[in-house]
């Protein structure tokens, strides 16, 4: 149980093209889910936090204009880049928590990998 | 600044051995925690987890230890097998925040 898929694995595009990373909680509702970017050797640094059916909550210097976060549905949140350039390649991340859980628990995607050329 | 460190940046063990991988915390409203491993190229893997009630939780060949005095958490790897081979990151959820911090990853290589 608890399984979390991303869509899709990875990602080539051209500067200043849009790309949509997808998260889906395969087994269980996801009321809470995050977004991470994680550059080589580096730690996961937190990019936003969205809830279902209302809007993301950034955090510091994450421009929420440049990285759109939809989470319509219990199981499913969406990463728009847009306008993206070389320095926004990186792996993305994705976790969900489980609602039905009491628990603080994330359980993470297995990462998106977007170059940008 | 809040933060979640680790003493040491890569660690490297005999095959068979036990494997000691630590983690210094700041927050102290942090109230629970928890160790992921990640595999070259993949999310984040849990492995073990405790809250700031306990001081020693045991799994499968993991044990998680919290000293919350020094603030600090250590994950044991006992028997450690080539399978170990990742980087380890100790995660600490801030009360309230709702929100884990990472650490900076220990990558733990196995000699044979």
């Known amino acids: 149980g608890a399984v979390v898929s991303q869509h899709p694995s990875w990602v080539i595009c051209k500067s200043g093209t849009s790309v949509k990373i997808e998260c889906r909680s395969l087994d269980f509702q996801a009321t809470t889910m995050f977004w991470y970017r994680q550059f080589p050797k580096q730690s996961l640094m937190l990019m936003a936090t969205s809830n279902e059916g209302s809007k993301a909550t950034y955090e510091q210097g994450v421009e929420k204009d440049k990285f759109l976060i939809n989470h319509a549905s219990l199981t499913l949140s969406t990463l728009t880049v847009t306008s993206a350039h070389p320095e926004d390649s990186s792996f993305y991340i994705c976790?969900?928590?489980?609602?039905?859980?009491?628990?603080?628990?994330?359980?993470f995607g297995p990462g998106t990998r977007l170059t940008v050329l | 600044g809040e933060s979640v460190g680790l003493h040491l940046p890569t660690l490297s063990v005999q095959e068979g051995d036990n494997s000691i991988i630590n983690c210094a915390y700041s927050n102290s409203a942090s109230d629970y925690f928890i160790w992921y491993k990640q595999e070259s190229g993949k999310g984040p893997q849990f492995i073990i987890d405790i809250r700031s009630n306990m001081d020693k939780r045991q799994g499968q060949r993991v044990t998680v230890l919290l000293n919350k005095t020094v603030k600090h958490l250590s994950l044991q790897i006992a028997a450690t097998q080539p399978g170990d081979s990742a980087v380890y990151f100790c995660a600490e959820n801030i009360q309230g925040a709702q929100k884990l911090v990472f650490g900076q990853g220990t990558r733990l290589t196995i000699n044979p």
């Open positions: 976790s969900a928590r489980d609602g039905g859980r009491s628990t603080d628990t994330q359980y």
